[in-house]
């Protein structure tokens, strides 16, 4: 018990970005940075009123800290790749609170006997060009039966196809990064993005998870042209907006924005990388978006409806429904009250 409970401890301070004495501050007196560090070390337990008090300052439900750890996933693992602009303390928190999320959506799905399986490999190839880039994009499409149509939901697709989708509340800096449990593929975006960015930053992310890439590669730009190309492809980029254009109106590329789900800045980019404007063109387009903040504004609006994954929240309230847990269990999964996970059940 004090191992999990020293474990606990360490995962949900470092999720709140606090220090031991940010820690103790918060406690207002009630606890010495000497007793927190024990507690850490495993080498004390906390007083019930002590217990109740942290439980309440870091946000988390008590039954929390004695929860067994049921699945190991390398921290190290994931890739930051603004670490420097966000910090250590933010990135530890992130990890920490996707670990935590990870840890309970395979507990979830294994009391409900549910063996996700990624099949996708493609190991067997090298990725030199943005070609290659392109054609594994394509063959993602044909193997998940997507086809050549605007997906409507990426969340929903990806999830269906075995891969994890964690959300998180971070700062601005941060858009997504991946890791695996396992062999099950993990990807982390920030849940305050634009749904335009966060369908970019997802199939950026699968980019990285996927895809081999030759020595001296640029693997991020490789990654946002295979996202790029996996949201609307080549063909009905060219099919629409045609082979060579000098200007394009923003209406077009909003029309594209709305049914493919893909920015106007991002269009604005498959349109320089496809030639079907030139590179001066694409370094004047955003030379007047600088420079003009009501044109900006409009090229920066997001419209599609956004997405969020539900699929761990559905996956809970579907074994309290067939009895295999418990209320006050779905609680502890969800973090909330059971008095909520209760109003929210509605069995029909």
């Known amino acids: 018990m004090k191992d999990t409970f020293a474990r606990r401890l360490v995962n949900a301070r470092k999720i709140r ?6 820690l103790v501050d918060r406690m207002e007196g009630k606890v010495s940075s000497t007793a927190i560090e024990k507690y850490e070390k495993a080498q004390m337990m906390p007083s019930s009123d002590v217990l109740i008090m942290l439980a309440r300052v870091l946000g988390f ?9 049921t699945v190991a996933i390398d921290a190290d693992g994931f890739e930051f790749r603004k670490q420097a602009s966000l910090g250590a303390k933010k990135v530890e928190s992130i990890k920490h609170m996707v670990m935590s999320e990870i840890e309970k959506y395979l507990e979830v799905e294994g009391v409900l006997g549910i063996q996700p399986r990624f099949a996708l490999d493609y190991g067997n190839v090298s990725v030199e ?13 044909k193997d998940w039966n997507i086809g050549l149509d605007g997906i409507t939901s990426v969340i929903e697709l990806l999830e269906s196809n075995g891969v994890k989708i964690i959300e998180v509340e971070a700062d601005a800096k ?3 990064t991946c890791n695996k449990a396992g062999e099950i593929p993990v990807i982390v975006i920030n849940k305050q993005m634009s749904a335009e960015r966060k369908r970019m930053t997802i199939f950026h992310e699968l980019g990285h998870l996927l895809m081999h890439f030759a020595q001296g590669v640029d693997e991020e730009k490789m990654c946002t042209v295979f996202a790029s190309e996996v949201l609307i492809p080549k063909e009905k980029f060219v099919d629409i907006l045609g082979e060579s254009r000098h200007d394009i109106s923003l209406v077009e590329l909003q029309v594209v924005q709305r049914e493919y789900g893909i920015s106007v800045d991002a269009l604005m980019a498959k349109a320089a990388q496809l030639n079907v404007i030139t590179r001066r063109r694409y370094q004047s387009y955003f030379k007047k978006k600088n420079a003009l903040p009501q044109f900006k504004t409009a090229v920066e609006k997001s419209l599609v409806d956004d997405e969020h994954t539900n699929r761990f929240e559905r996956l809970v309230y579907r074994a309290l429904a067939s009895e295999v847990i418990s209320t006050s269990k779905a609680a502890s999964l969800l973090n909330c009250s059971v008095e909520k996970v209760r109003d929210n059940l509605n069995l029909l």
């Open 17 to 22: 970005c606090m220090s031991q004495r940010d």
């Open 61 to 69: 439900r008590m039954d929390y800290f004695f929860r067994p750890f």
């Open 129 to 141: 060009s943005e070609e290659d880039a392109m054609a594994l994009a394509m063959r993602l499409r």
């Open 174 to 176: 941060f858009s997504g």
